[in-house]
């Protein structure tokens, strides 16, 4: 069932014109209204996000930007991707934003493309060290077309900051590399990032510095996390994770020299025509999180985000860098049994109703498509109104799956049966909001 009536009627009409898709989506909809989401990545958007992705907009091309558009009849367009630019200004107190990039990746894209020539240097953290793709791996453009140079998390398990940033080799790396940019933000690392600290580097070395918030933009812009500005010259970022938006990216920055060339980056340079429905949705989406109510949302995705890796470091799990500040863990199996891999417990807990990531920890023995950890996170839990006892509750369940998954089939079989029912219930008495 969809939860709202608006977009159960939206849906009921898809399925009398096209019931194979209709259908399809009424499926997923049930899936994603009785299961626990704990992908760090994903949400739960409101009916009016979703809706406005459903709109006439999709039937109009408007090249170019307000007021400067290669096609005619722009001008709701031009009012709604102002407004969009506003509020995403307002959000993060920036001076310019862009909300034309279809994807992080490709706010990535343009970001890089602004600032830098094909065979320059940036530094990044690793994708297996919780890096992101398009932070430098050979296989995207970040690393075919530019040349990318790693700095390191704390290897060493006795020192006190293991497994987070290392502040003095990222000065290191940056000193000796010589790096156009800078990149900070990442998709896989549980603790609060020093803005300040990579502005100073970044001014050593004479690089732009990137913060990438797509993970924590909504903690950022509810005032769970210190604010990428003024230290950041650019800062990317996704609308779909902490931000609660549709599926997208966005660019900001307070120098408007940058401005102009990350616009230019992105159309014409990355992308044709503007997704004008999904803009439009960002605007709601935007409004929404400038409410006084999405604070206390942010504010709770970290407190659960503790209650939760707290609970599962007391049941003998192990967190990597010791816990979370933010709203996602790293889950380190093998000190609950060495033989507990990443892909098992993924699907294990889908079998349970609980849905989250196999991931790599730093340092990982596991290939990537294995590994020895999950990522969990609680955005999506805090939008459906879980609070911190039901972290115990959760954690609970996926102590009992993985402890039946180590027995054997048929225990797990049993077991993930009892969950799901339980889980099922959980989420039927916190249904999704509307
Ligand atoms: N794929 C996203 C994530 O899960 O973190 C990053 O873009």
Redesign the pocket.
Known sequence: MAHNATVAGTLEYLRSRDPKVGELIALEAGRQASTIEL????NHVSAAVMLAMGTCLTNKYAEGYPGARYYGGCVHHDALETLARERACAMFGARFANVQPHS??QANQAAMMAMMEPGDTFASLVLKDGG???HGMKINFSGRFFRPVHYPLHYDKAHADYERIDYDAVRRVCLEARPKMLLCGY??YPRVIDFAKFRSIADECGAVLMADV??IAGLIVGGAHPSPFPHAHIVTT?TH?TLRGPRGGLILTNDEEIAKKIDKAVFPGAQGGPLMHVIASKAVAFGECLEPSFKEYASRVVRNAKALSGALMKRGYRCTTGGTDNHLMLVDLRARAEALTGADAEKWLERAGIIC?KNGIPDDPRPPRVTSGV?LGTPAVTTRGLNESHMDTIAGWIDRVLSAGLKGENELAGECEAVRREVAALCAANPLPS
């Open positions: 992908i760090a990545s994903e992080g990746a992101h793709l398009s998709s896989a797509a993970h996704t994770k990531n990522r």
